[in-house]
């Protein structure tokens, strides 16, 4: 089992930046993928960009690429979202998820806490 706990959420202007950090321990060599998904009220969970541990191969949702960047740093365990000219739209709980891979919340088996991303037009 792997254990994640997210940060870096708050509340911004619309056309600014936030980087959030998922912080993973445990059994992390399990990880095959990390991945960020978000959740707004009212909607279903949604995919936002994986990385894969061991070569850092990254894939985005259409809705943030080009603005988001996620990356790793393996020798801390720790995985970052790097988001640039937010949008209103963006504004959501952004949970971080260790498992096998893919785009479908489904199929990950760990889940960090949540954080709070609010974007103000």
Known sequence: Q???VESGGGLVQAGTSLRLSCAASGRTFSAYAMAWFRQA????REFVAR?????????????????????RDTAKNTMYL????????DTA?????????????????SWGQGTQVTVSS
């Open 93 to 109: 709980v952004y949970y971080c998820a260790a498992g096998p891979g893919g785009s479908n919340w489904k199929i990950y088996g």
């Open 41 to 44: 009220p009212g909607e279903e």
């Open 82 to 89: 790097e988001m640039n000219s937010l949008v209103p739209g």
């Open 2 to 4: 792997v254990q994640l």
């Open 51 to 71: 990385i894969t541990w061991s070569t850092g191969f990254t894939y985005y949702a259409d809705s943030v690429k080009g603005r988001f960047t996620i990356s």
